[in-house]
């Protein structure tokens, strides 16, 4: 968490930094691109208030973050997602209304180039957030077991080394290729004292099932607690028959 409340400070000082010096100190540079500009358009574009109006972007982006901020100490789940979704609104839409600004032989280009950049990177975030809460299941088969959704695999039951129903779930201690959520885990992580694991975990929602394969750990749960007992009493007996 700590990381997180640092990475997000850091960001939000950044924008605040990079807005007042653009802003106020007509540090135009600054902005991509327009070092490269012929000096006409310079001119032009800072008569129309553009880098002007992209460093207020900037800066009251940052401001913005550091409002958001408290809501990481609060107990609202989503306050991750709403500083991101935050700042991702905020600059795409304002790189949109900037193009108003841009000189009238490239504002078309500007606003085509603005939308389409919008729309992809929302869409794609949206539909990766729609995905990753998206539920999964665990079902054990006769010679298999299978965990449906993103990230799942099916796996050999004569290549379970080990079956825990956990109270408690290990310290994660960092994301290498999935997604963490809130409420939510899922993917390839760094677990303390069990190294690199897949996860598919409810936070909160005791108790979880560990299996230990040959070439991989995995922790699962439901956020019902029957669902895991239920899961892992499955599993388990699959396993004693097929030893």
């Not at 950044?14 to 540090?27: D, E, S, V």
């Not at 929302?122 to 965990?147: C, P």
């Not at 070439?215 to 007996?237: A, M, Y």
């Amino acid at each position: 968490m700590m990381g997180l409340i640092s990475t997000q400070i850091i960001v939000s000082v950044l924008f605040i930094l990079l807005g007042w010096a653009i802003r106020y100190k007509k540090a135009y540079w600054l902005i991509s691109g327009f070092a490269s500009r012929a000096e006409h358009e310079k001119k032009q574009l800072i008569t129309n208030g553009s880098p002007q109006r992209t460093g207020m972007l900037l800066l009251s982006a940052g401001i913005g973050m550091l409002v958001l901020l408290p809501l990481l100490f609060t107990s609202f789940k989503y306050a991750v997602e709403v500083q991101i979704g935050f700042m991702l609104l905020y600059l795409l839409g304002g790189l949109v209304y900037l193009s108003k600004f841009e000189i009238p032989s490239k504002r078309k280009r500007s606003y085509t180039i603005s939308i389409i950049l919008f729309i992809a990177v929302i869409g794609s975030i949206g539909t990766l957030t729609v995905s990753s809460y998206q539920g999964y299941d665990l079902i054990v088969k006769n010679s298999r077991f299978e965990i449906t959704g993103m990230y799942g695999d099916e796996w050999n039951l004569k290549d379970i080394k080990r079956i825990e129903l956990m109270e408690e779930m290990p310290e994660v201690l960092a994301r290498t290729n999935g997604v963490g959520l809130p409420a939510l885990s899922k993917g390839h992580f760094k677990v303390k004292d069990y190294g690199k694991s897949l996860l598919f975990v409810q936070k909160g929602s005791s108790p979880y099932i560990y299996i230990e394969l040959k070439s991989r750990k995995i922790f699962i749960n439901d956020k019902d607690p029957k669902q895991t007992k239920n899961w892992h009493e499955k599993l388990q007996k699959k396993v004693g028959n097929s030893k």
